[in-house]
């Protein structure tokens, strides 16, 4: 394997191999499409109706309360020893399955200011196009080897996840309308994954990139393409489901 080093800044694009470049540059649209999606727009501008919020908080629910299983699943895939990539995933992995485990505490008090009782997300069932997110996530950890599955979850989801939140808090309007002593609570999942400068989406692509080289295969640089492609349409398609109850 022609084994990569990253030399440059971890958030700098061009500190990657050039068909990590060209994956980013051919999934962009995807991404974009998900990230100016109505539903947010709506969500910033306090304008998202009571039951596609609703319908919202409650579909995606899954998705974030077993995040840190897919992190899991993959972790049993990252040997210590093996090799540089699978160290670098397996550290990573380590920290942040802590962190993203308290991520659905935040989820649960965001729903309950918005009138979603916490009974209502563990108990209603599936909302058929948004559950689909969490059976993809589930199923692509179960099945792709490490890479493709980093690619799909810690790079793609958690990613775009920075993107869209970025755009809700953009402005005011959507954290004011919550009572000034539900405030805080109400908005911390949403502040904790606003930040422009996230690193963590980037540190997956490093361990992606690690794990493959410079130049693999393919048929490997295919199905980590259409990998990250299908996260984001299963995101869109779950924030269509959503804003269709509006």
Same mark, same amino acid.
């Given at each position: ?33 998900? !990230? ?23 579909? !995606? ?31 990573? #992995? ?59 979850? /810690? ?20 954290? /004011? ?14 502040? #904790? ?32 393409? /259409? ?11 779950? !924030? ?7």
């Amino acid at each position: 394997m022609d084994a990569f080093i990253r030399k440059g800044e971890v958030t700098s694009l061009e500190s990657y191999p050039h068909w990590v470049q060209k994956m980013v540059a051919d999934t962009a649209q995807d991404r974009e499409r998900l !990230v100016s999606h109505p539903l947010f727009r709506q969500m910033r501008d306090a304008e998202l109706s009571p039951a596609a919020t609703r319908a919202f908080l409650i579909g !995606v629910w899954p998705t974030i309360e077993q995040f840190p299983q897919f992190m899991a699943m993959n972790l049993i895939k990252a040997r210590y020893g093996r090799s540089r990539g699978e160290d670098m995933a397996r550290q990573y #992995l380590i920290k942040n399955i802590r962190v993203e485990n308290r991520h659905a505490d935040h989820w649960r008090a965001w729903a309950e200011a918005s009138g979603v009782p916490f009974d209502d997300l563990l108990n209603s069932p599936p909302i058929p196009g948004i559950h689909a997110l969490a059976h993809w996530c589930w199923t692509v950890c179960d099945t792709e080897d490490l890479a493709v599955a980093v690619a799909a979850t /810690n790079y793609a989801v958690e990613g775009a996840t920075g993107d869209w939140s970025s755009v809700v808090c953009s402005r005011q309007t959507y954290e /004011n309308l919550f009572p000034e002593d539900k405030r805080h609570a109400a908005m911390r999942w949403l502040r #904790l994954h606003a930040h422009y400068d996230d690193v963590h989406p980037w540190e997956a692509l490093d361990i992606v990139s690690t794990l493959l080289g410079n130049s693999p295969d393919a048929r490997t640089v295919e199905r980590v393409t /259409n990998a990250v492609r299908t996260s984001w349409q299963y995101m869109t398609l779950a !924030v269509d489901v959503a804003l269709a109850q509006h």
